[in-house]
């Protein structure tokens, strides 16, 4: 079996930050999204991978995952230019071959792995399983019907009026048989080949397609808010409190990691928050839920459940809350705390 992870796109909804860096780039607790998707890829002992990238954004996937030897995996990179979700599987044919594979949308971070589902796609010999999640809102979602067996019945991509609460995750297992699948569907109305319908075609075609339901959370990372969440969900389930660096006149509360080389003086610290490389916070606040990255200066500034990127300034902010920065930001106001 390999895996089709999924790293283009064009990320529209978290620009400016998406102009020159793909979104499953984007740190959750000073580690990019994908990460995360590929620690899930090589737990899950899949070794041949492919990387779906785009043109503008490609080179930065490619400098962060390398050859895949970090994850003792091999990777392929495979262009496509971001026309839908169906349509990067049918631009990644020839990689997968007639081989079953799991793909996976690197946006996307589950709090399980990948096993159960694996050994569920075997032992029932399917054509797809697909990852299901129950949400609040399901008009904003790819939305499944089940009959009592687990078989899907119908998906709809974001019904106005929705049928059921069951959102399609990022996550499906296929066969080869979804390339046929996906040979006689047409582009929707915004002009791509769209997942959803991919799905719909096998079960018309009487393919082995079930759902599973997942029993953790999920959260899809398209969004300025929804990274804000993951990045409070990762540092509270993952996160090992290691307590390093120069702390002078300073409190840490809670689950907190800081790197050897970071200084904080005159600061109090609430976690869960991880500060990284060659950071000074000096008569400031942080946390709790907050990733500090590499090369940041915070100085008379209180941050809250927020993401702040490397090289980044902050100085006299008296309230900094549900912030995602980029990175090189200074965040300066005049007035002294």
Known sequence: MKALVLSGGRGTRLRPLTFTCTKQLIPIANKPILGYVLDQVALAGLKTVGIIIAPKTGQ?????VNDGSHWGFKVQYILQ?????????????????????VMYLGDNIIG???DLFIKKFKKEKLDALIILKEVKNPSDFGIAQLNTEGHLLKVTEKPKKPTSNLAITGICIFSRKIHLAIERIQPSRRGELELTDAIQEMINMGFAVKAELLNTWWID??????????NAKILETYLQPDIKGILTNSTVNGCVKIDSSTTITNSTLQGPCIIGKHVTI?????????SIGDNTYILNSNIQNSIIQEN???KNIKHLKNTLSEKNTNLTSKTTL
């Open 112 to 114: 399980q792995g990948l």
């Open 60 to 64: 930065g996937v490619k400098d962060y």
């Open 81 to 101: 230019e971001p026309l839908g979700v169906a349509h990067a599987i049918k631009t990644a044919q020839p990689f997968l071959e007639q081989d079953p594979f």
């Open 312 to 314: 980044t300034t902050i």
């Open 221 to 230: 990372t398209g969004k300025k808010a929804n990274l804000i969440d993951a």
């Open 282 to 290: 000096t008569n400031s606040s942080i946390g709790p839920h907050v």
